[in-house]
């Protein structure tokens, strides 16, 4: 079965960077649509970025655009999240998800995601 898992998390002042991987297996991602999602606690499970694998097409919340990016490696079937300029609001714990479909016209809509990680802590303080 697919399995995902995320690594990167942790605790940084705020202006500072991280960056996230998700590790992927038992899936065929090329073409395929994968994101990243967070969720403070109490709030709702909002989409941050995603990307169709090895098309070069690529989506953001607002709230993170020119700060964030994704970004993949084929060949170690990795996804990647650069975080930058990171402030308290982006405290969260952070998913890494398959769509499981090549399409991402709704990447933003986490209940279309058919695989998950388990997340990792963001944390960054003030």
């Known amino acids: 079965q697919v399995q995902v898992m995320e690594s990167g998390g942790g605790s940084v002042p705020a202006g500072g960077s991280l960056r996230l991987s998700c590790a992927a297996s038992?899936?065929?991602?090329?073409?395929?649509?994968m994101g990243w999602f967070r969720q403070a606690p109490g709030k709702e499970r909002e989409g941050v970025a995603a990307m169709v694998i090895g098309s070069g097409s690529t989506y953001y919340a607002d709230s993170v655009k020119g700060r964030f990016t994704i970004s993949q490696d084929n060949a170690k079937n990795t996804l990647y999240l650069q975080m930058n300029s990171l402030n308290p609001a982006d405290t969260a714990m952070y998913y890494c998800a398959a769509l499981g479909l090549a399409y991402c016209a709704r990447w933003y809509v986490a209940a279309d995601y058919s695989y998950w990680g388990q997340g990792t802590q963001v944390t960054v303080s003030s």
């Open positions: 038992g899936y065929t991602y090329r073409n395929h649509c």
